[in-house]
């Protein structure tokens, strides 16, 4: 994985009808992926020598563990009492009954990876496969019952574990449920769910640099990222304001658990977004003892603990874990990591604390912080070839959240969920430039402070078994204090592009029904509402999806929805002066941008092991931010990140069209692969009226990702070695070419707007593969994995751009092979 700071992708202001390099220097995505070389071979025979000495470390003993965990109603997450679960891939079958809380404990079991059946009187009976024991951590999951719309002995439904399926039982279409262990087993992926997600059908990373993804050729900002029922900042480090990605996630996998990722049509409850939500759940810590983590990588140490503790009568539980970046360590003790020092660390936790009949608290949070110092050269020698060595600065990014949510269940039909959190985000970037004379100037001065307080409920009620209602309500209170300053070459001088203080509000509202009229048939409708109180605009969506089931394991489903996004926040504060002088904020009333998306999908499950599903989408953007003042081919539906300094209007358009198809085998017998595949056009209309390719219409996408496991030692299932692999192809990303001759006359980057992104990349493919060795002690897991990005050293294209200092156009390319190795411990007190 390459890692790339914001400052290197799409600055602040960067055009978005332009090509995607900067017309002053290209971008350098390569600075802290260099250092992370660096780092590798002193950082490799260390861990090597860990995991080889371990074998003297510990006894060989016959291991077992203990399974616990929770069963709860689908809907309500309401306990299940007197569940009955089954462990049946041991002889003789273990077991045990849910208690007062939902909650079972079977100790004993032997490591490895065990099937589960669980009932309940009235609900579908379910089977989990592939229940992961490791001898370092109790495994503690959470299952979900769905409960059947026939009562009594009438009919008795079984129903293997669905995995292809959402959490959130209101998405019909284009929505699926992801694990921490596939973010950990998907090669490249390192933890990182947007990494992980881009294995998924019709989504794309336009660069190695960084985890920014692009959902069926919408703008990346489109994506939405909730923790615990509430909208979070971009959890990433290394992001650009305005962006939704970053070059390292601050999330910890130690504290997630499976959580939803939708691409399209989603339910009511979500909002303010155009492209897709990652639904983010975090996992409460072990109640019953403490445990420790300790993982050290080439992206960074980390150490987590989690364990129980008294409140009152009652037993509370918590998890944290902090990570601190590798990088800066060995800058800390001298170790020379060439013209720049990358320093970043992040905070995650959760605390659990049960009431009685008060309900359920939790005090959650994530934070990280992460800046990059970069330094010049005063050689134009040296520049010819590293332009970058002309420029000296420092690129900051930090970003959080803090929440406490209250979950309580009301009777045996309703379940009401609050939360309160506070978020922020703080983005800077302070570039100097060598004159011809090695002087600096201030070339750009950009300070982006956002603060958002949020307080939300969410209300449950099951009428019976055939209707639920879920509806809700959540405000933000928005703080922010910008301020953007960028170099004009035509008054050679720095003017200030954006400035503004102050607050404002945004209230989101929803409801949705849900209606089971038979075994086959579910129906449901919504309808979300969003007002933002700067301008005292708003959007109104309608969503609904029907589904049939053709038989058991087949579905077919059709999902509307109308999705409405306010503009990044500065953008209604962009500065304009006019013809007499005068500054005026143009976009202050500007409107949100509308997406309206069918989705017609096909699912089926055979075998209980393979899946197939195809998907027919299409995607109407109306009110999209075009130019205001001239008649071009400008869209903010082009841009990736930062805020825009010129007078926009919502009259543009946008289109989106494909069919996605994915093939999944589920983990059996060790092997897992999904093949996923999309053909796509996407296209916007300017203010020009013409329909131009949108940057992302690379056409098609395709991803490969499978992986074999295989047990050393049979009979203790101690020794588990694992390699994995994903192959990338697709079409390249689209740029506006560069009118070399008026370049050469203006002596700066000239593009042919009238050919807006008609100039498409070569076509990308990447290998990626991983390889894990884990051993289990008594108490004590180890694991080593190495992930190696672009495992080929293939030198995709990234984009071009034009060099002012030979007058030509040049090449910049995507990462080259990256190896990431991390060593892990998992103990338990």
């Known amino acids: 994985m390459e890692v790339s700071s914001g400052?290197?992708?799409?600055?602040?202001?960067?055009?978005?009808?332009?090509?995607?390099?900067?017309?002053?220097?290209?971008?350098?995505?390569?600075?802290?992926?260099?250092?992370?070389?660096?780092?590798?071979?002193?950082?490799?025979?260390?861990?090597?020598?860990?995991?080889?000495?371990?074998?003297?470390?510990?006894?060989?003993?016959?291991?077992?563990?203990?399974?616990?965990?929770?069963?709860?109603?689908?809907?309500?997450?309401?306990p299940l009492i007197g569940a009955t679960v089954s462990v049946v891939s041991v002889e003789p079958v273990k077991g045990a009954v849910t208690d007062v809380e939902g909650r079972f404990r079977i100790a004993a079991l032997p490591l490895g990876k065990h099937t589960l059946r669980i009932s309940y009187v009235g609900y579908k009976e379910a089977f989990l496969p592939n229940i992961t024991l490791n001898s370092g951590k109790e495994t503690d999951i959470t299952v979900d019952l769905e409960e059947n719309i026939i009562a009594g002995n009438e009919v008795v439904i079984t129903a293997k574990v669905e995995k292809q399926k959402a959490l959130n039982e209101l998405s019909a279409v284009s929505a699926r449920t992801f694990s921490v262990e596939e973010t950990q087993r998907f090669a490249a992926a390192v933890n990182d769910p947007a990494r992980m997600a881009s294995s998924f059908a019709g989504v794309a990373m336009p660069s190695d640099g960084n985890n920014i993804i692009v959902i069926r050729g919408n703008a990346p900002n489109g994506?939405?990222?909730?923790?615990?029922?509430?909208?979070?900042?971009?959890?990433?480090?290394?992001?650009?304001?305005?962006?939704?990605?970053?070059?390292?996630?601050?999330?910890?996998?130690?504290?997630?658990?499976?959580s939803d990722f939708l691409t399209g049509a989603f339910p009511a409850e979500y909002g303010n977004a155009t492209s897709g939500v990652f639904d983010l759940k975090m996992r409460k810590g072990n109640s019953d003892r403490r445990e420790y983590t300790f993982q050290a990588g080439v992206l960074g140490f980390d150490v987590a603990t989690e364990g129980p503790f008294r409140v009152g009568k009652r037993?509370?539980?918590?998890?944290?874990?902090?990570?601190?970046?590798?990088?800066?360590?060995?800058?800390?003790?001298?170790?020379?990591?060439?013209?720049?020092?990358?320093?970043?660390?992040?905070?995650?936790?959760?605390?659990?604390?049960?009431?009685?009949?008060?309900?359920?608290?939790?005090?959650?949070?994530?934070?990280?912080k992460s800046d990059q110092r970069y330094y010049g050269k005063a050689d134009s020698l040296q520049w010819l070839d590293n332009p970058n060595l002309e420029y000296d600065g420092l690129f900051l990014a930090n970003s959080g959240v803090a929440g406490m949510t209250h979950s309580l269940i009301l009777g045996n039909q309703t379940s009401l969920k609050s939360v309160v959190a506070v978020s922020g985000t703080r983005n800077g970037d302070v570039t100097d430039r060598y004159n011809p004379n090695y002087a600096l100037y201030r070339f750009q001065d950009n300070s982006f402070i956002q603060r958002k307080l949020t307080v939300s409920t969410t209300l449950n009620h099951k009428f019976n078994r055939r209707h639920l209602l879920r509806t809700g309500a959540y405000v933000n209170f928005l703080d922010y204090n910008l301020r953007q300053k960028s170099w004009n070459d035509e008054e050679s001088a720095l003017?200030?592009?954006l400035q503004d203080q102050g607050a404002t509000t945004s209230a989101n509202a929803f409801a949705q029904w849900q209606y089971r009229s038979s075994a086959q048939w579910t129906w449901s409708a919504g309808l979300h509402g969003l007002f933002l109180f700067l301008n005292n605009t708003y959007s109104v969506e309608p969503r609904a999806s029907v589904k049939y089931t053709l038989r058991p394991g087949q579905t077919l489903s059709f999902g509307y929805g109308k999705?409405?996004?306010?503009?990044?926040?500065?953008?209604?504060?962009t500065k304009?002066?006019?013809?007499?002088?005068?500054?005026?904020?143009?976009?202050?009333?500007?409107?949100?941008?509308?997406?309206?998306?069918?989705?017609?999908?096909?699912?089926?499950?055979?075998?209980?092991?393979?899946?197939?599903?195809?998907?027919?989408?299409?995607?109407?953007?109306?009110d999209a931010p075009v130019s205001g003042a001239t008649s071009d081919?400008?869209?903010?539906?082009?841009?990736?990140?930062?805020?825009?300094?010129?007078?926009?209007?919502?009259?543009?358009?946008?289109?989106?069209?494909?069919?996605?198809?994915?093939?999944?085998?589920?983990?059996?017998?060790?092997?897992?692969?999904?093949?996923?595949?999309?053909?796509?056009?996407?296209?916007?209309?300017?203010?020009?009226?013409?329909?131009?390719?949108?940057?992302?219409?690379?056409?098609?996408?395709n991803t490969l990702t499978t992986g074999k496991e295989w047990n050393w030692n049979t009979r203790r299932k101690n020794r588990t070695i694992g390699l994995n692999l994903k192959l990338t192809h697709s079409g390249g990303l689209r740029e506006t070419p560069i009118d070399v001759q008026a370049s050469i006359a203006q002596g700066k980057a000239v593009y042919d707007e009238?050919?807006?992104?008609?100039?498409?990349?070569?076509?990308?493919?990447?290998?990626?593969?991983?390889?894990?060795l884990k051993r289990n002690f008594s108490r004590v897991t180890t694991t080593v994995s190495l992930d190696i990005q672009n495992a080929t050293n293939r030198k995709n294209v990234q984009g071009r751009y034009y060099d002012v200092r030979v007058q030509k156009v040049k090449t910049y390319y995507q990462a080259p092979l990256l190896p990431i190795l991390a060593y892990k411990v998992e103990f338990g007190g």
């Open 7 to 78: 400052r290197h992708f799409f600055s602040p202001g960067r055009s978005a009808i332009q090509a995607s390099a900067p017309t002053q220097r290209p971008h350098n995505h390569y600075k802290i992926m260099l250092r992370i070389h660096q780092t590798w071979m002193p950082f490799s025979v260390l861990t090597l020598f860990c995991f080889f000495a371990q074998n003297t470390i510990f006894a060989q003993t016959t291991l077992t563990q203990t399974l616990k965990g929770v069963v709860l109603d689908k809907a309500l997450k309401a």
């Open 223 to 258: 994506l939405l990222w909730r923790m615990e029922g509430v909208d979070i900042p971009n959890p990433n480090h290394f992001s650009n304001v305005g962006s939704s990605g970053g070059g390292i996630s601050i999330l910890s996998a130690q504290l997630l658990t499976n």
């Open 315 to 368: 037993t509370g539980s918590y998890l944290v874990n902090y990570r601190y970046s590798t990088l800066s360590v060995l800058a800390k003790i001298g170790v020379p990591l060439g013209d720049a020092v990358t320093n970043f660390q992040d905070l995650s936790w959760n605390i659990w604390l049960p009431a009685g009949r008060a309900g359920v608290f939790t005090l959650f949070g994530m934070g990280g």
């Open 495 to 497: 003017r200030l592009v």
């Open 563 to 573: 999705h409405g996004q306010m503009q990044p926040l500065g953008t209604y504060f």
């Open 576 to 622: 304009i002066t006019d013809d007499n002088g005068s500054i005026t904020q143009p976009n202050r009333s500007l409107g949100m941008t509308q997406a309206h998306h069918w989705v017609l999908s096909y699912d089926r499950v055979w075998g209980g092991n393979w899946h197939i599903k195809p998907e027919l989408y299409f995607q109407a953007i109306t």
């Open 633 to 701: 081919a400008y869209s903010m539906l082009n841009l990736i990140a930062g805020f825009e300094d010129r007078y926009v209007v919502n009259k543009g358009m946008g289109r989106n069209y494909g069919l996605e198809l994915t093939v999944e085998k589920f983990l059996t017998k060790g092997f897992y692969g999904m093949w996923s595949s999309s053909l796509f056009n996407a296209e916007y209309k300017g203010s020009n009226g013409v329909w131009h390719d949108t940057r992302f219409n690379a056409g098609f996408i």
């Open 754 to 772: 009238s050919r807006a992104f008609e100039e498409i990349m070569p076509y990308y493919l990447r290998l990626d593969t991983g390889v894990r």
